[in-house]
């Protein structure tokens, strides 16, 4: 439908990107299901204040208005959201505008129109995400592959389009490191040499988030971050994202060496176990460790610039002094009673970060206190102690909490035993 407003209007219309390469790569009887497809319109358009992929999803959205329009970039990409529509299920589509330029009626050059769509796709990254298939006539359907996109899919590898491109947006190391490790492509010589180039020259300095010059290439730098950190394959792509030293990007005090190549893991596996829905989010906690040895004034200004949520923020700012405290502390208690009063006001990712940073019996008492101790109640609550005869106030936490640690101790089981305490 959106096709066929396109050739209506006399515009050209192309599927790009991710959606393309995809497709290409999925057996012919497999099923690909594609959430998030990006479109490039090309056609003269009537407006100099929106472009013509702005008009085209107004358009649609009318027809359609059970989906949602936002329009983003000064004023030539649209996007229109279908959210659990039973026609198109959660469906996102991105209708960019290849040309700028804009007249009064519609025209159909092929020659301005395949430069134009050349223009686009020569701005993309890499060779595989720059491949569109037309989907107006005439010839809908045909792939345009200007820069050996589909040669780079069967080789599986990931080649960059021109020499320059990691020092204009050095975003895109991470964006090849994703798509080589996620795709299991190789990144192609050359391309790991403009990266090395790249990277030696300092392009890292253009990410300095200090001086807040690039706001739009530090959010893309967290997203990718993100993007990595997050999915399952967090381990090689990290590994490769070290292996290029790209994860200078980040700052240039951030390596990967054993220790936090073992705290990072060690914390994957503990969140795994104890936060399973993920509600802690656990790519921040891998984020952290890895900025954790940046001396704190500027990790701080980093987490701050990267847009961290707060409890990361406030998990940042902490001193590293508070992991030795806590350390000291807890070696220092000999009862489980007294280990669970140094823990228990913790939250859990902050709990973690100590674990990895303390040595392996304080690690040992951390778990113990998050897989069994957290877990103890006493055999008598508040209800019980009302129904007991005991006036509700104060008194209450005291003695709940001595009841506490006196199950936790192993001193009391019962509630009868409980009960003796209590008179
Ligand atoms: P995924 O399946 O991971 O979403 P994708 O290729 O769709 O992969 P997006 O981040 O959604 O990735 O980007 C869509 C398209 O926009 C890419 O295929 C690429 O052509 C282009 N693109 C995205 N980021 C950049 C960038 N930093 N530089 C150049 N082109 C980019």
């Not at 030539?76 to 959201?81: D, G, I, N, S, Y």
């Not at 080649?159 to 490790?181: C, G, K, W």
Request: aromatic content about 8%; proline content about 4%.
């Amino acid at each position: 439908m959106i096709a066929k407003e396109a050739e209506d209007q006399g515009w050209h219309l192309y599927i790009v990107g991710g959606a393309v390469r995809d497709l290409l790569l999925t057996n012919n009887n497999q099923k690909v299901s594609l959430q998030d497809i990006d479109l490039v319109v090309d056609g003269f358009h009537r407006s100099a204040d929106v472009g013509a992929g702005v008009e085209l999803a107004s358009t649609i959205q009318k027809k359609y208005p059970n989906c949602r329009l936002s329009v983003h970039g000064e004023f030539q990409t649209a996007a229109l959201l279908w959210h659990k529509d039973p026609e198109f299920g959660s469906l996102w589509i991105d209708i960019a505008t290849s040309r700028t330029e804009f007249y009064p009626y519609p025209a159909a050059n092929p020659e301005v129109e395949s430069s134009s769509i050349r223009q686009d796709l020569y701005r993309r990254d890499f060779t595989i995400n720059a491949l569109a298939v037309r989907l107006t006539p005439p010839r809908e359907g045909e792939l345009l592959d200007f820069f050996g996109g589909l040669l780079d899919l069967k080789g599986k590898e990931v080649r960059v389009l021109h020499a320059n491109s990691f020092i204009e947006d050095p975003t895109r190391i991470y964006r090849a490191v994703r798509f080589a490790v996620r795709l299991n492509f190789d990144i192609e010589p050359q391309t790991e040499t403009y990266i090395r180039y790249a990277i030696e020259s300092g392009i890292y300095d253009k990410l300095k988030l200090k001086n807040h010059v690039t706001p739009a290439l530090t959010t893309r730098l967290k997203a990718e971050s993100k993007y990595i950190l997050e999915a399952n394959y967090w381990k090689p792509a990290l590994q490769l994202l070290s292996d290029l030293d790209s994860l200078k990007c980040l700052h240039n005090q951030v390596i990967l060496d054993d220790k936090i190549w073992w705290q990072i893991r060690c914390a994957s596996r503990w969140l795994r176990y104890l936060d399973p829905d993920n509600n802690i989010g656990h790519w921040l906690i891998r984020l952290e460790i890895l900025i954790s040895k940046i001396n704190p004034q500027e990790r701080k200004q980093l987490a701050l610039n990267l847009h961290l949520p707060k409890d990361s923020l406030e998990r940042i700012d902490k001193d590293n002094i508070i992991y030795s405290e806590i350390q000291e502390l807890l070696l220092k208690c000999n009862k489980i009673s007294d280990k669970y009063k140094q823990l228990y006001r913790n939250k859990l990712a902050d709990l973690i970060l100590v674990a990895v940073n303390s040595k392996k019996e304080v690690r040992r008492i951390i778990w113990q206190y998050l897989t069994q101790w957290s877990k103890i109640q006493a055999p008598l609550n508040g209800n019980d102690l009302k129904r007991m005869g005991y006036k509700p106030g104060p008194q209450y936490k005291l003695v709940l909490d001595r009841l506490l640690a006196l199950t936790l101790d192993g001193e009391i089981k019962t509630q009868q035993e409980a009960a003796i305490i209590v008179k």
